[in-house]
């Protein structure tokens, strides 16, 4: 019972004791307008930065726009935390004696130390709603592309400018005459109107003997006078196939097939694109074609597949 009163008494005295009087002296900072007012603008420029990286995102992702507006944020966020540490925060080196172990009322004076960590700073509030912002929006430009995961960009990546009616034209938007195009001939071609960059835009277009043709039975009608159409993109890693195999000695020779000259897949071009060598694991995608009262090659229909390289969608 001794111990317990001792206690309640020494507590009590603690309380009652008056605050400890910091020493007279301590260095106090004016506020730096000028270093203040650079790193807000430095925020609001980061903000601003990753605010756009977040607009590329949806309305144009070219991975140059969108490299340079997230290094920007990156870089301006950095200058920003530069600036207030050197110029804003209170830079002041001091030395102090370590007090007693057996002195246990020192919070008065740490709750000093914690409130001088302001002084010299104007506009706290501001500093910290630019700062939280500056943060926030740096957060939601990182996880931006985490929206590319999932069933939506198997959605993109499935897309094709192809469908019926859609007239063949050249690289120079010239229509592409089906008798132009001669046995043994490979011509590039692409969807009109449509974007010539897009992976599903070029196609080759080649023209064989009717009668060499081995298509699937749902294809029958896709090759109308011999002339048939693929996906210009191989099905391995994305190159373009731009070499052509015509046999010129039918008896021993192998039948027309195209090439990938990157790492030499081989499509049979009379059996629907299918894989006869190399690395690619699926045939290469085939355009129904049609000619139209003009004699100009025209799409009856989308490719049989999705065309480009494999990805996680596609593991045939």
């Not at 080759?204 to 081995?214: A, F, G, H, Q, S």
Request: hydrophobic share 45%; with cysteine; net charge neutral.
């Amino acid at each position: 019972m001794k111990r317990w009163l001792i206690a309640a008494l020494v507590l009590l005295l603690g309380k009652l004791r008056p605050p400890r009087a910091l020493p007279p002296g301590r260095p106090v900072r004016e506020p730096d307008r000028r270093a203040e007012n650079l790193t807000f603008l430095l925020l609001l420029c980061a903000m601003a930065a990753a605010a756009a990286f977040i607009a590329f995102y949806f309305a144009n992702p070219d991975t140059q726009f969108l490299g340079a507006t997230l290094g920007l944020a990156f870089v301006l966020l950095a200058a920003a935390c530069l600036v207030a540490g050197k110029r804003v925060v209170p830079q002041i080196e001091g030395v102090k004696e370590r007090p007693e172990l057996e002195h246990p009322f020192e919070q008065d004076e740490v709750v000093a130390v914690i409130a001088e960590g302001g002084e010299g700073v104007s506009r706290k509030r501001f500093f910290l709603l630019a700062g939280g912002g500056a943060a926030g929006l740096m957060g939601a430009a990182l996880l931006t592309p985490a929206l590319s995961c999932g069933p939506e960009a198997n959605r993109v990546l499935s897309r094709s400018p192809w469908n019926r009616g859609r007239l063949l034209v050249t690289e120079l938007d010239e229509p592409i005459v089906a008798a132009g195009i001669v046995v043994g001939e490979l011509v590039t071609a692409f969807p009109s109107g449509a974007d010539k960059e897009d992976i599903a835009s070029p196609v080759i277009v080649v023209r064989v003997r009717p009668d060499e043709l081995d298509l699937p039975d749902d294809r029958r009608g896709w090759a109308p006078e011999g002339l048939i159409g693929y996906s210009k993109i191989c099905t391995h890693a994305g190159c373009a196939v731009s070499e052509y195999r015509y046999p010129s000695y039918g008896p021993t020779a192998p039948g027309p097939a195209v090439v990938c000259p990157c790492h030499y897949s081989t499509f049979s071009v009379t059996e629907g694109g299918k894989r006869i060598f190399g690395p690619a694991g699926r045939a290469l995608p085939q355009l129904p074609l049609a000619i139209n009262g003009d004699g100009q090659l025209v799409a009856d229909g989308d490719f049989s597949g999705r065309p480009g390289p494999g990805w996680w969608g596609v593991r045939k």
